[in-house]
């Protein structure tokens, strides 16, 4: 059975057969009495652990949540009471639904907690303290009644035993009762009256506990002191904490041992997520190369709907590597989350053939058609990225920060020797006039504050003590208490409503879901590091028992097979032994596993290709009608009929499809059946381990005899020499010719053009700290990539058939720029596969995120940064010397690969005309490092992993040559427009909520962005950078923002001017128009007749 029928439920037929139907209700096509009965599709192997609804008898528990112990089932019919057909025709008990009594809960640790109510609490507390008093002073009384002796002159006897017994017995445990039962009631009460109700449940229970204790024993001997009220406290809160900690560890203990299905249900949650994942790949893979070649997709909207489950299929193994625990688990599950990435970037790429090599697609009818939202198109950014790359990053931090605290001692010391000179020379300022500078700055700064308003005259009158009588006093005592009581229970009421609908989030003290979520990330990613340390400690040890008790084994099987060989490959007439493989061609492996001999059958399909090339006839007329166009007006009848060479069909790259089916066939053979009841805290497994270490154990073992046999065999093979040569009379001659043969190698290599390297004495280190110094490496911004905000265009597709829409939105950008860039450079696996792209460029106006989005790449893929704008190198490597600053930086790159190389204003390094060059200014020209940068470039190789991203504010200015030369630097060209008007209504809340602002339900976000039209968005991050100060996100408590601040600091902004717009949508309309085929196959003779000789002989001079 082959591993997609395995997948598909090869064995569901039998199972079908041998497990008869159980459940109580009707099919569908019963109920409506249809002749035809729907066969039920076979379940697939993947989710044959999970027991099928319909296969639940009526009366049973359906769903897998856990009820608390001890609850009975009840049947619930939604119908009942409904007079209608459906309900007349339908049986009864096959249209109920078994429910519990009792609440259900999610996890069965919730159902094992025990819960009480308030009156419960108290029963339970004060009753278990008078009864748990009353028997420790009875045992005590009766330890005294034992010790006990009668009073002098009395005689004990056995009534006036009993009675002292019963008498100190009594006293004993009513006091102790008596005391803890008191103790009880203060505990139970603060418990739930004091703190619960204060806190409104967003305490942690111990955490309640523990100053229920505390309040208690303070209480309790209170009368005492304060000091004894403070130490009985103190008793009360140990004693519940170790109370709460033996539970806890008791609880864990417990739940230890609960079935799969309850315990750890997050780990079961992603393996379950895993393998819904593999059976949509074997849907994908399906889809795209289905049996009947009819049906593979052909058109742009199937492409896309595969495109968009890619998305989606690449989230969800995003989501299960990141917090699944098991170690060998997320291998397996990495290998999936490469192809993925790998098949989703090829698709891409393939979208974009069938778009007409068009980077931006539009696709919001394809949306409509699956039924999903524009949120599936966001392109998650995998973060082992980052995670992987952790080490290195770190590294590169410590450097700059080492560097820059270097850079501020020298700093600090001029500053210092400036100083001196300041005060030899006495240029120092009088005191007075320092004084006086000082307070008037202070005056100014107390005018600057807000004035406090003063209390009114009948809150000043009681602040001041005036006379009030005690009826009077009371009731402003009740009147503040319950008035402060009221509110806050509103003010509860008001919050947790909000919450419910939506209107707004838990607050940070709540409940609220998406921290307890990030909570839990956190949690599981310290479990993830911890087995994973335990299981990189236990590989040495596996390994080493894995020698001790089958390396013997293994050695003596590969020498028995290499004497094998070595026998029967023995010349029986010379006697001579074969060589033995190198370690190149494999050494003993060739022995072991012999490459297949050729098969005779290939040679077959030439024949009858050779009758196909035969046919001298068919080339002729191809060559033919190339020559007739030439000729104005001859040949015009005889083109048509000249037959046009078959174009070859191109095909989307099959790249990454074996890989993902390797990862579905690994996942059936190694987890799919696998039994992980005794591994629920999903720690590493020994006997996998042993599986992967065993080849490369072997592997080792093979190399050790390798080496052992060839000595043995040239030993061999020299005695043999020896004693031929001896018979024959003849003395052994040595090999001559070692050091010529080494010279002529020498001199063989040296004729070779490789690229001499000035910098090969020194090392990486001091190359990249050059760099650091030079400011031309760096740390990148710490921003992310979906911090480029905008609004999906929802009608992009019929903008662009009625051409209407001249630029992509902010979404597809994000999209395209994560797609081509982000994920190739974060994946090596990627990258070695996909057709590189080696540069891009981003042009647009100033302050539409290119920088923002170059940093935002190396960020989150944890690449290394280097800048290498012509402003920034300007001044600091006069001359020659921008030759080896552009070798470091390249070399550098790719050694710390993944890298990108930023170039900010790369219009400036190609504009030749030396009147432009003049106006950008710096102190050297700024196409200087034009050569050298394309020389550097065009020297990236496949296997290098940098990325060259260059910006652009002003392409246009690039004209003819200059603009030929800096297009055929990038392969991508992406235009990053200013925001529309919805892409303005999600940027401002972003932006005020990312500089640590809060906006109330009534500001006027839309009237923000209907007059903010034409602006940028770093003018409007400037904006707010500006308003945001930290005294007014102080007051924002008070004093809620407003939009005329944001439109008082948004009119001291310059827009981009509307000629500068105009000119870059012209040169974004230049790139998306198609080559002129004209240009291509002019006539040499048109050339010069349009040109003359003078205008055909200037470019070959250039």
């Known amino acids: 059975m082959g591993i997609l029928d395995r997948l598909r439920g090869g064995g569901a037929a039998q199972r079908q057969e041998a497990t008869p139907s159980t459940s109580g209700r009707e099919e569908p096509s019963e109920i409506l009495g249809n002749d035809e009965h729907v066969q039920p599709q076979e379940a697939p192997d993947l989710f044959r652990g999970i027991p099928d609804v319909n296969s639940i008898p009526p009366g049973s528990a359906i769903g897998s949540l856990p009820s608390p112990p001890g609850s009975s089932q009840r049947l619930y019919n939604p119908y009942e009471g409904l007079e209608s057909a459906l309900d007349r025709r339908v049986n009864k008990q096959a249209g109920s639904y078994s429910l519990p009594d009792q609440p259900e809960f999610l996890f069965d640790e919730e159902a094992t907690v025990h819960r009480r109510n308030w009156s419960e609490n108290i029963t339970y507390y004060t009753g278990t303290g008078y009864l748990g008093g009353a028997i420790l002073g009875g045992s005590q009384g009766v330890m005294q009644a034992v010790r006990s002796k009668p009073e002098a002159g009395l005689t004990d006897t056995a009534r006036l035993r009993v009675n002292r017994f019963l008498n100190m017995t009594g006293r004993s445990g009513r006091t102790a009762g008596n005391a803890l039962g008191v103790l009880g009631l203060f505990f139970a009460g603060f418990e739930s009256f004091g703190l619960t109700y204060w806190t409104d449940g967003r305490v942690p229970d111990s955490v309640n506990s523990v100053a229920a204790a505390f309040a208690t024993g303070a209480l309790f001997r209170a009368t005492r002191g304060p000091r004894a009220a403070a130490i009985a406290g103190l008793v009360g809160a140990a004693a519940v904490t170790r109370h709460a900690g033996r539970e806890g560890r008791r609880t864990s203990l417990a739940l230890d041992h609960l079935p799969i299905p309850s315990l750890k249900m997050s780990n079961q949650t992603y393996d379950v997520l895993w393998k819904e994942s593999m059976l949509e790949i074997l849907d994908q893979l399906e889809a795209e190369t289905p049996e009947d070649t009819s049906l593979a997709p052909k058109d742009l909207s199937e492409w896309a709907s595969i495109y968009i489950k890619y998305v989606r299929l690449l989230g969800k193994l995003e989501n299960v590597y990141d917090q699944m625990v098991h170690p060998q688990k997320r291998q397996d599950v990495k290998q999936a989350l490469e192809a993925c990435i790998g098949r989703t970037v090829a698709v891409r790429r393939w979208l974009v053939k069938l778009n007409g090599d068009q980077d931006f697609i539009n696709l919001d009818e394809t949306l409509v058609d699956l039924k999903l939202g524009p949120e599936v198109l966001e392109v998650p950014v995998p973060r082992f990225f980052r995670e992987d790359r952790a080490k290195e990053m770190q590294q590169r931090e410590q450097v700059h920060e080492q560097l820059a605290a270097r850079t501020q001692e020298a700093a600090a010391e001029a500053a210092m020797r400036q100083q001196g000179l300041e005060a030899d020379t006495g240029n120092l300022l009088d005191p007075a006039v320092i004084a006086q500078e000082q307070a008037a700055g202070q005056a100014l700064e107390a005018l600057a504050m807000p004035v406090k308003r003063r209390p009114p005259d009948d809150r000043r009158a009681i602040r001041l003590g005036a006379p009030l009588t005690q009826e009077e006093a009371a009731l402003r005592i009740q009147r503040i208490g319950r008035g402060m009581i009221a509110r806050r229970r509103v003010a509860r009421e008001a919050e947790a409503e909000e919450v419910f609908i939506g209107m707004r989030l838990a607050g940070p003290g709540g409940r609220d879901p998406q921290a307890i979520l990030r909570q839990t990330e956190q949690r599981r990613k310290g479990i993830q590091a911890i087995h994973l340390t335990e299981f990189e400690a236990a590989i040495e040890p596996t390994r080493g028992k894995l020698i001790e008790l089958e390396g013997q084994d293994m050695r003596d099987a590969i020498q028995e097979k290499i004497n094998k060989w070595y026998l029967d490959g023995r010349d029986p007439e010379t006697g001579e032994y074969p060589t033995f493989p190198s370690e190149e061609v494999g050494g003993s492996k060739v022995i072991m596993k012999p490459p297949a001999e050729p098969v005779d059958t290939p040679p077959e399909p030439p024949p009858p290709e050779k009758p196909a090339k035969g046919a001298k006839a068919a080339p002729p007329p191809k060559k033919e009608p190339a020559k007739k166009p030439d000729a104005k007006g001859k040949g015009g009848k005889a083109a048509p009929e000249a037959p046009e060479p078959p174009k070859e069909e191109v095909k989307v790259s099959s790249a990454f499809i074996d890989t993902m089916e390797d990862v579905v066939r690994v996942y059936v053979d190694k987890w799919q059946d696998r039994d992980e009841i005794g591994n629920l805290a999903q720690r590493h497994d020994v006997e996998l381990l042993k599986d992967e270490l065993r080849p490369l154990v072997f592997e080792g073992v093979r190399e050790q005899v390798d080496d052992d046999m060839r000595i043995v065999l040239q030993n061999l093979k020299d005695m043999m020499e020896a004693e031929r040569l001896a018979r024959t009379g003849k003395k052994t001659k040595e090999k001559k010719g070692g050091k010529g043969a080494k010279k002529k190698g020498v001199k063989k290599e040296g004729k070779g053009k490789a690229r001499k390297d000035p910098t090969a004495d020194r090392s990486i280190e001091s190359l990249y700290e050059q760099l650091v110094v030079s400011g031309i490496a760096g740390p990148s911004m710490p921003s992310h990539i979906t911090d480029y905000v905008g609004s999906f265009a929802f009608l992009g597709t019929m903008l662009a058939k009625a051409k209407n829409a001249r630029n992509p939105s902010l979404p597809q950008v994000r999209q395209a720029i994560t797609e081509f860039a982000l994920l190739p450079l974060g994946s090596q696996y990627a990258w070695d596969k996909v057709p590189m792209t080696r540069s891009i460029l981003l042009y647009g106006?100033?302050?539409?995120?290119?920088?923002?989005?170059?940093?935002?790449?190396?960020?989150?893929?944890?690449?290394?940064?280097?800048?290498?704008?012509?402003?920034?190198?300007?001044?600091?490597?006069?001359?020659?010397?921008?030759?080896?600053?552009?070798?470091?930086?390249?070399?550098?790159?790719?050694?710390?690969?993944?890298?990108?190389?930023?170039?900010?204003?790369?219009?400036?390094?190609?504009?030749?005309?030396?009147?432009?060059?003049?106006?950008?200014?710096?102190?050297?020209?700024?196409?200087?490092?034009?050569?050298?940068?394309?020389?550097?470039?065009?020297?990236?190789?496949?296997?290098?992993?940098?990325?060259?991203?260059?910006?652009?504010?002003?392409?246009?200015?690039?004209?003819?040559?200059?603009?030929?030369?800096?297009?055929?630097?990038?392969?991508?060209?992406?235009?990053?427009?200013?925001?529309?008007?919805?892409?303005?209504?999600?940027?401002?809340?972003?932006?005020?909520?990312?500089?640590?602002?809060?906006?109330?339900?009534?500001?006027?976000?839309?009237?923000?962005?209907?007059?903010?039209?034409?602006?940028?968005?770093?003018?409007?991050?400037?904006?707010?950078?500006?308003?945001?100060?930290?005294?007014?996100?102080?007051?924002?408590?008070?004093?809620?923002?407003?939009?005329?601040?944001?439109?008082?600091?948004?009119?001291?902004?310059?827009?981009?001017?509307?000629?500068?717009?105009?000119?870059?949508?012209?040169?974004?309309?230049?790139?998306?128009?198609?080559?002129?085929?004209?240009?291509?196959?002019e006539d040499p003779k048109d050339k010069k007749d349009k040109g003359g000789k003078d205008k055909a002989k200037k470019p070959a001079k250039k």
């Open 845 to 1081: 106006a100033p302050g539409t995120g290119k920088t923002m989005l170059a940093h935002a790449v190396a960020h989150c893929a944890g690449a290394c940064f280097l800048d290498i704008s012509p402003r920034r190198l300007d001044g600091k490597f006069p001359g020659k010397d921008i030759s080896m600053a552009m070798h470091i930086v390249f070399k550098v790159a790719r050694s710390l690969a993944p890298a990108v190389i930023y170039i900010d204003e790369v219009e400036k390094v190609f504009v030749m005309d030396k009147k432009k060059a003049k106006e950008f200014g710096g102190s050297e020209p700024f196409n200087r490092m034009k050569k050298d940068l394309m020389k550097e470039v065009a020297a990236l190789e496949p296997a290098d992993r940098v990325l060259v991203i260059g910006s652009s504010s002003e392409p246009q200015t690039c004209v003819m040559k200059d603009e030929a030369t800096m297009k055929s630097l990038f392969n991508k060209f992406f235009y990053l427009p200013l925001p529309d008007y919805a892409s303005r209504q999600i940027i401002w809340p972003a932006l005020i909520a990312k500089h640590g602002g809060a906006l109330r339900h009534n500001f006027g976000v839309s009237t923000l962005a209907q007059v903010s039209d034409g602006y940028s968005v770093g003018a409007f991050d400037q904006v707010v950078r500006t308003l945001l100060t930290p005294e007014r996100k102080a007051a924002l408590g008070t004093e809620p923002l407003q939009v005329q601040e944001v439109l008082q600091g948004l009119s001291k902004m310059r827009p981009p001017s509307q000629d500068s717009i105009d000119a870059l949508d012209a040169w974004c309309q230049k790139l998306l128009e198609p080559p002129k085929p004209a240009e291509e196959n």
